[in-house]
């Protein structure tokens, strides 16, 4: 079992359409949560990041922490073509001074004008 | 300045050349990282350095060579390379558990 899982898609949706992103994990000592975008070719670009369990709010895009079922959310509201992209979670925990992400397996968005 | 910079974007090396890569970051980062992406897979760490020293090396083979010469660059040296190691080449910084930053990368084709 991977420590991360997260569905690869690929996802297609219209515009202006609300998109759920999730992901899974089995690491306990996970405490940073973090969505990463990123466009072909080129590399992630952080979205956003939260620490422990909880909801954060930036614009049009929402992320949710679970620690309890260990499951994380990005929410994607009124989605552009713009926004097409691959969605990759990652996390971290302070272990021994680890502090290298684990991400997961991406998932591809494509919105639809 | 809140960018991770690294050169070049694009390489092309035979198995039996040496070249570098370069990262260079002015966050005051001390965290810094080499990734490696294959086409449609996620990043795949290979070093972490932590205050100027190598703390993490995940089985990477030796013709692969880290350095960190300052706490504002990050050099992975390459020599005799395959064509299996062709990718996309990523470094990052972080000041803490969170907030990573990576840079645009460098497309490696080994030929």
């Known amino acids: 079992q991977k420590e991360v899982e997260q569905d690869p898609g690929p996802l297609s949706v219209p515009e202006g359409a609300i998109v759920s992103l999730n992901c899974t994990y089995s690491n306990s000592a996970f405490q940073y949560f973090m969505w990463y975008r990123q466009y072909s070719r080129k590399g992630p670009e952080l979205l956003m990041y939260?620490?422990?369990?909880g909801n954060k709010e930036d614009g049009r895009f929402t992320a949710q922490v679970d620690k309890s079922s260990k499951y994380i959310s990005l929410f994607i509201r009124d989605s552009q073509p713009s926004d097409s992209a691959t969605y990759l979670c990652?996390?971290?925990?302070?272990?021994?001074?680890?502090?290298?992400?684990?991400f997961g397996s991406g998932t591809r968005l494509q919105v639809q004008p | 300045d809140t960018e991770v910079t690294q050169t070049p974007k694009h390489l092309v090396m035979g198995m039996t050349n040496k070249k570098s890569l370069k990262c260079e970051q002015h966050m005051g980062h001390r965290a810094m990282y080499w990734y490696k992406q294959k086409a449609k897979k996620p990043p795949e760490l290979m070093f972490v350095y932590s205050y100027e020293k190598l703390s993490i090396n995940e089985s990477v083979p030796s013709r692969f060579s880290p350095e960190c010469p300052n706490s504002s660059l990050l050099n992975l040296h390459l020599h005799a390379l395959q064509p299996e190691d062709s990718a996309l080449y990523l470094c990052a910084s972080s000041q803490s558990g969170y907030g990573y930053t990576f840079g645009s990368g460098t497309r490696l084709t080994v030929v």
């Open positions: 990652a996390m971290s925990g302070q272990d021994t001074g680890r502090r290298a992400l684990t």
């Open positions: 939260t620490y422990s369990s």
